[in-house]
């Protein structure tokens, strides 16, 4: 078996993500930690402040980080590892690349440094039906800009808040689908500019080991193993388009025979389903229990 990890980003948070890790004692350290950061039990986070980047990009942080504390004993060490978003945080310290305490803290800290870049409010919204090349003249017309490419006509894109309003009717009138996402800032493009080099020298200052597994660079899915390119990479991909669609791919050229998303959701694993139909992949999100989760991987190869 060739196992492989996602990380996904912000979206399908909720306080209730945190209901299958009671009583888990693996769970509990990197849990109480990031209860101690965020000063507030994760279970009891407000569903309207779990959406903010200040809570939300910490909370899923230490739950993937938590997940796979418990799973880790049960399962095959992972071939490779992806993250979605700030999941490529997570997805190094899954590697074993950052302790927990220090990935929950980065979390905050870009978090706290990409707020601190939108000048403006500003979000996301995926769009689904038009291929980049079609879409970009639009986008410049509205001063939005390329975030995410999931797939050659699954896109997602940024920019402010009032311009995303407009270019959704824009996008509609071409036929488009349109979902805006639960994002309240524009990640993945240039606004996020000045986030970038405050960012990489936190990444700098914290304590790096050595990668137990490649983690796939969002940026351009290219395979990290050091210290000096996980720092180049984190920090860039804040204000640059994340190349999801590669991902995947790189992912299967990995040889992957299995893939488990950590969650929360399953969009990751969904959109590898679409992709690659015939290669297992589930989220942990679509089990009732941990136990149902480890008996899938086991079979699953």
Known sequence: MRLGLLCPGQGDQTPAMFDSLAGQAAAAPVLDGAATLLEEPL???????????????????AYQLAIWQVLRPHLPDPCILAGYSVGELAAHGCAGALAPEAVIALAARRAALMD????????????????????????????????????????????????????????????????????????????????????????????????????????????????????ETLAAQIARPVDWSGCMTALREAGCTVLLELGPGNGLARMVRDRFPDLPVRSVSEFRSIAGVIDWVQAAD
């Open 43 to 61: 279970g009891a986070i407000a569903p309207d402040r779990l959406v903010l980047n200040a809570v939300a990009q910490p909370a899923l942080c």
């Open 116 to 231: 601190a870049a939108s000048a403006r409010a500003g979000g996301l919204m995926a769009v689904r039906g038009l291929r980049q090349p079609e879409l970009e003249p639009l986008l410049a017309a509205r001063s939005c800009e390329l975030a995410i490419i999931n797939d050659l006509d699954r896109l997602v894109v940024g920019g402010p808040t009032e311009e995303l309003a407009a270019l959704e009717g824009d996008l509609i009138t071409r036929g488009a689908k349109v979902t805006p996402l639960k994002i309240t800032i524009a990640s993945h493009t240039s606004v996020m500019a000045s986030a970038v080099e405050p960012f990489r020298r936190d990444l700098s200052a914290a304590c790096w080991t050595a990668h137990e597994a490649p983690v796939v660079a969002g940026i351009d899915a290219s395979m990290i193993r050091s210290k000096a390119r996980a720092v």
